[in-house]
């Protein structure tokens, strides 16, 4: 089973930052890629829908954020790393959720949908203390 490795998280203060990295998970057999894949971050708080945060489309080096983060978090990888990130800058009580990396292939209409992702990794939770 194909599971990306999540890192990162904890306890943050109000206005402050972070950083959650998203690796692929190596296989007994195969070394899987995330270079054919788009990798997004969704967050999820209890009873709430899983919601989308930020996207990287890997084959493109395309970027997609949710309007709640736009100007305040980045998703990247950098050069020669297998990993995507998710730089989380000026963070607010509300982005307090449990965060969870995907990679699957979606179009322009699903970036944002869980469901456009067929791999998963844990959560991780992210409290910012007001």
């Known amino acids: 089973q194909v599971q990306p490795v999540v890192a990162g998280g904890g306890l943050v203060q109000n206005g402050g930052s972070l950083r959650l990295s998203c690796a692929p998970s190596?296989?007994?057999?195969?070394?899987?890629?995330?270079?054919?894949?788009?990798v997004a971050w969704f967050r999820q708080t209890p009873g709430q829908e899983r919601e989308f945060v930020a996207a990287y489309r890997w084959s493109a080096d395309d970027t997609y954020y949710s309007d709640s983060v736009k100007g305040r978090f980045s998703i990247f990888k950098l050069s020669n790393s297998s990993q995507v990130y998710l730089q989380m800058n000026n963070v607010k009580p509300e982005d307090t959720a449990v965060y969870y990396c995907g990679a699957g292939r979606p179009n322009e209409a699903t970036v944002a949908t869980p469901r456009a992702y067929y791999y998963w990794g844990q959560g991780t939770q992210v409290t910012v203390s007001s």
């Open positions: 190596r296989h007994t057999f195969t070394t899987f890629s995330f270079s054919s894949y788009t």
